[in-house]
């Protein structure tokens, strides 16, 4: 290791220590590389009310961070994708965590979620029509956002899973945007239309993907769109487990299209 980076890994006739190196002993134990959760909410916590919009002071979600952060780390996740919080203050904990202020994982951020007005999203604010929705993306990347994150569809929960909130024109105007310097663009979508919609306008990660369809997955694979697919406890109803497991089985077709997240915070602990 060098600093924090490893920087060659093999048994000990192929990598040599440089002199003065500092040797631990670790074959009585498993190691472990460090694990990457792909789609968590900092501010978030499990046995929040979901149909509350974050009655805390936002001080107060800010330093929820801190504890969670904490526990990935003991945990062993190294990296994490927060893809939206309902501000911008996820750049303010990604910016302790690289300065050394307080103990965490890497943090991919995502700023503030974007939905459509009438649509779905607790981490999210509403923005309609395209021009609107460009400078809500304009202003996550000035706010130092690391992925964009757009609320497409409702929720299982709510019953509105394959409910598609926005036109499929004002999901390219967000893909463009982003795309055009560099980001990548993950949707909130269960299925349906909405899902479909992104997928054909080049979304690059669909989170969730419970309702997604046979014919959805050969739409993944023809645009290399990858689905993030988040397990955790508030799945009680069996449909919406069943679900889960279909979208989930479906997509391991090809080894490139899926990646696992815990959704809440301590799903990644358990």
């Given at each position: 290791?060098?600093?924090?980076?490893?920087?060659?890994?093999?048994?000990?006739?192929?990598?040599?220590?440089?002199?003065?190196?500092?040797?631990?002993?670790?074959?009585?134990s498993?190691?472990l590389?460090?694990?990457?959760?792909?789609?968590?909410?900092?501010?978030?916590?499990?046995?929040?009310?979901?149909?509350?919009?974050?009655?805390?002071?936002?001080?107060?979600?800010?330093?929820?961070?801190?504890?969670?952060?904490?526990?990935?780390?003991?945990?062993?996740?190294?990296?994490?994708?927060?893809?939206?919080?309902?501000?911008?203050?996820?750049?303010?904990?990604?910016?302790?965590?690289?300065?050394?202020?307080?103990?965490?994982?890497?943090?991919?951020?995502?700023?503030?979620?974007?939905?459509?007005?009438?649509?779905?999203?607790?981490?999210?604010?509403?923005?309609?029509?395209?021009?609107?929705?460009?400078?809500?993306?304009?202003?996550?990347?000035?706010?130092g956002?690391?992925?964009?994150?757009?609320?497409?569809t409702?929720?299982?929960?709510?019953?509105?899973?394959?409910?598609?909130?926005?036109?499929?024109?004002e999901?390219?105007?967000?893909?463009?945007?982003?795309?055009?310097?560099?980001?990548?663009?993950?949707?909130?979508?269960?299925g349906?239309?909405?899902?479909r919609?992104?997928?054909e306008?080049?979304?690059?990660?669909?989170?969730?993907?419970?309702?997604?369809?046979?014919?959805?997955?050969?739409?993944?694979?023809?645009?290399?769109?990858?689905?993030?697919?988040?397990?955790?406890?508030?799945?009680?109803?069996?449909?919406?487990?069943?679900?889960?497991?279909?979208?989930?089985c479906?997509?391991?077709?090809?080894?490139?299209?899926?990646?696992?997240?815990?959704?809440?915070?301590?799903?990644?602990?358990?």
């Amino acid at each position: 290791m060098d600093g924090d980076r490893i920087v060659a890994v093999g048994p000990a006739e192929a990598v040599t220590a440089p002199p003065g190196a500092e040797t631990i002993d670790l074959s009585e134990s498993t190691v472990l590389p460090g694990m990457i959760d792909c789609h968590t909410h900092l501010m978030l916590g499990f046995g929040d009310d979901l149909d509350e919009q974050y009655p805390e002071p936002p001080l107060y979600q800010t330093l929820k961070c801190v504890p969670h952060l904490r526990q990935d780390i003991r945990a062993g996740i190294t990296t994490i994708r927060n893809p939206s919080e309902r501000s911008f203050r996820a750049a303010a904990v990604r910016h302790a965590v690289e300065r050394g202020l307080i103990p965490g994982p890497r943090i991919l951020a995502g700023m503030r979620g974007i939905r459509a007005t009438h649509g779905w999203g607790q981490n999210a604010f509403g923005f309609d029509g395209v021009e609107s929705l460009r400078q809500a993306i304009r202003e996550n990347i000035a706010a130092g956002a690391d992925v964009i994150k757009i609320y497409a569809t409702g929720e299982n929960f709510r019953d509105t899973a394959t409910v598609a909130y926005f036109t499929r024109d004002e999901i390219q105007a967000c893909v463009d945007e982003a795309h055009r310097v560099g980001l990548r663009v993950a949707a909130h979508a269960h299925g349906g239309p909405g899902l479909r919609d992104c997928l054909e306008a080049g979304v690059d990660t669909i989170e969730h993907g419970t309702r997604i369809s046979e014919a959805d997955v050969d739409l993944f694979l023809r645009r290399g769109a990858t689905l993030v697919a988040t397990f955790n406890p508030t799945c009680t109803r069996p449909s919406w487990c069943r679900a889960a497991r279909r979208s989930s089985c479906g997509a391991s077709r090809s080894p490139r299209t899926m990646c696992a997240a815990s959704s809440l915070r301590p799903c990644a602990r358990a």
